[in-house]
C-alpha cells in the first residue's frame, strides 16, 4: 500500500547528540515537509520540500536540518542546537505544494531528551 | 499565526450529527479550508476541504458561508470512534502550500 513511513516511532537522546528522523513516502509526490507538534498545541512547520535537491525553512527551522536527494526520502536531523527538542514530529507529502489536494501524514516520531 | 478560531472542546451523543464550528474571517480568497482530525499519538487524518462550495464525502460535510469567514463540518452519524482532536485549517498559498495548524476542537463521543 502507498503510504508516509516515519521511524524510528520512539527515539530517545542525550542532551548534545544529534539525531535523524527518517521519512520515507512511495507516493510519488512532489512535496515533503516535518511539522512539530508539543503537548496540547497544534503543528508547526519546521522545514518543506517542493522538489528534489531543494528545501526551505518553515516557521520553526533553529536546530533542525534536512535532505532531499531522493523525491521519495526527506530526512529530519535534530541537532545539539535545538534548545528544547523534546516533542512529536510529523512528516507529510503532498502531489504539489500550491493549496489544492490533500497532505497525507505519517505516523509520527517521538523523540525524548534525557 | 493560525487563521482560523474553533471551540476547545464539544460532546456529541453516539448516532448524532456532530457540528463543529470554524472561524476564518481573514481567509484570502485562493486558500483553501481543510479539515484533519488526530486521534491521540497518531498522525492526522484528512477528512475533507473546499473553497466556496459545499462539499460532502464518505465521511463528512463541509458547510462553508457565503462571505467564506466561517465553515461547519458535519460528522452525520458520530460514533465513538470519531473522538478526537479535530483541525480547521487555512492552507496558505505560500511556503509550499502549507498547512496552518490552530488548536483544534477536542470532540467527545459519548455513548
Known amino acids: 500500500d502507498g503510504g508516509i513511513t516515519q521511524s524510528p516511532k520512539y527515539l530517545f537522546r542525550k542532551e548534545g547528540q544529534n539525531v535523524t528522523l527518517s521519512c520515507e513516502q512511495n507516493?510519488?509526490?512532489?512535496?515533503m515537509y516535518w511539522y512539530r507538534q508539543d503537548p496540547g498545541q497544534g503543528l508547526r512547520l519546521i522545514y518543506y520540500s517542493q522538489i528534489v535537491n531543494d528545501f526551505q525553512k518553515g516557521d520553526i527551522a533553529e536546530g533542525y536540518s534536512v535532505s532531499r536527494e531522493k523525491k521519495e526520502s526527506f530526512p529530519l536531523t535534530v541537532t545539539s542546537a535545538q534548545k528544547n527538542p523534546t516533542a512529536f514530529y510529523l512528516c507529510a507529502s503532498s502531489m504539489g505544494g500550491g493549496t489544492t489536494g490533500e497532505l497525507f501524514f505519517g505516523e509520527g516520531s517521538r523523540l525524548t531528551v534525557l | 499565526d493560525a487563521k482560523t478560531t474553533q471551540p476547545t472542546s464539544m460532546d456529541c451523543a453516539e448516532g448524532r450529527a456532530a457540528n463543529l464550528p470554524c472561524n476564518h474571517s481573514t481567509i484570502s480568497g485562493n486558500e483553501y479550508v481543510y479539515w484533519y482530525r488526530q486521534i491521540h499519538s497518531q498522525g492526522p487524518q484528512y477528512i475533507i476541504h473546499?473553497?466556496?462550495n459545499n462539499e460532502t464525502n464518505e465521511m463528512a460535510s463541509l458547510i462553508i458561508t457565503e462571505d467564506r469567514k466561517s465553515s461547519t463540518l458535519i460528522l452525520p452519524h458520530a460514533t465513538l470512534r470519531d473522538t478526537a482532536v479535530y483541525y480547521c485549517i487555512v492552507r496558505v498559498y505560500n511556503q509550499g502550500g502549507k498547512l496552518i495548524f490552530g488548536q483544534g476542537t477536542e470532540l467527545s463521543v459519548k455513548p
Open positions: 507516493l510519488n509526490h512532489d512535496a
Open positions: 473546499g473553497l466556496k
